[in-house]
């Protein structure tokens, strides 16, 4: 009987040798362990021709299981852990984009060309009123909930504000068709301190302006209505000192200013005449933000 004739099965021939026929076969008989004939019978027919060291070897390793619980367990929290990481990641995404949104949102816009430089400084304010035309026709079609209004201070030390408000007309037209007041810290009528350092770069002058922002008001200004920005500077040696800023050439923004108050006119009355199209006075920027 040949050696494949007598082993049947690989582990066989990788412990006995060789199927070359001109090889001595080192096949010896196997011992085999048991406690019975019947065991003995038993063992023989499920491992024939293995030693006994071979058979506890290949019982230990039926014994194993397929899938621990060890490795199950791993499994179950490496899962866990990639869900929790493409979650995270998924939350972290959505924040990024939803403060570009919300940068976008809130970005200041210019509703209209603003002042460009250079600019001139006009002085002796007091007593006087400076009206700035926000024409509709100007208007860039951003929409925006507020209107936030720049002011340019290039002299003096403070500004006595009496007053501030917002005149809306139809395009085109001088009929006063509502009023808005207008306010910095809450209040349409403050004390600006141009000279504090921490409020405006020192000194001011033509080429190192103050521009002081005022309060967003709640007015969406809209194409089909003009605007009308008016500011009175009470009598006052301050504002006798100060000075504001003004452009040198035309924008969409045009100014004059008339001696009295001129920000107590009321629904129906008509907006003063005077404007020349000259560039506004203190008003420089109507942004959204």
Request: with cysteine.
């Amino acid at each position: 009987m040949s050696l494949a004739n007598l082993c049947g099965d690989p582990l066989c021939l990788r412990r006995f040798g060789s199927l070359d026929p001109t090889i001595p076969a080192r096949l010896t008989k196997p011992r085999i362990i048991a406690a019975s004939s019947e065991a003995k019978e038993k063992s023989l027919v499920r491992f024939p021709y293995r030693t006994a060291t071979e058979r506890q070897d290949q019982q230990l390793l039926a014994k194993i299981p397929q899938n621990p619980p060890v490795v199950g367990k791993f499994m179950r929290i490496m899962k866990v852990s990639v869900k929790f990481t493409l979650a995270f990641s998924l939350l972290l995404m959505t924040l990024h984009f939803a403060n570009i949104a919300a940068a976008q949102t809130t970005a200041p816009k210019n509703l209209l060309a603003g002042v460009g430089g250079p600019i001139t400084a006009v002085g002796s304010w007091s007593n006087y009123s400076a009206l700035s035309l926000i024409p509709g026709a100007g208007q860039f079609g951003v929409t925006s909930a507020n209107t936030v209004l720049y002011l340019g201070f290039t002299g003096g030390t403070s500004a006595v504000v009496s007053n501030m408000v917002m005149y809306k007309t139809a395009r085109g037209t001088s009929k006063i068709l509502s009023v808005t007041p207008v306010k910095h810290g809450g209040v349409s009528n403050p004390v600006l301190n141009i000279s504090s350092t921490t409020t405006c770069p020192q000194p001011l002058s033509i080429t190192n302006p103050c521009i002081v922002r005022l309060d967003p008001t709640v007015l969406a200004l809209s194409p089909l209505f003009d605007y009308y920005f008016v500011v009175y500077f009470a009598t006052n040696t301050n504002n006798q000192a100060i000075s504001g800023a003004t452009g040198n050439y035309k924008t969409s923004l045009s100014g004059w200013y008339i001696s009295g108050d001129e920000t107590h006119l009321k629904v129906g009355q008509s907006i003063p005449a005077g404007n020349s199209g000259t560039g506004p006075f203190f008003l420089m920027y109507v942004m959204s933000n």
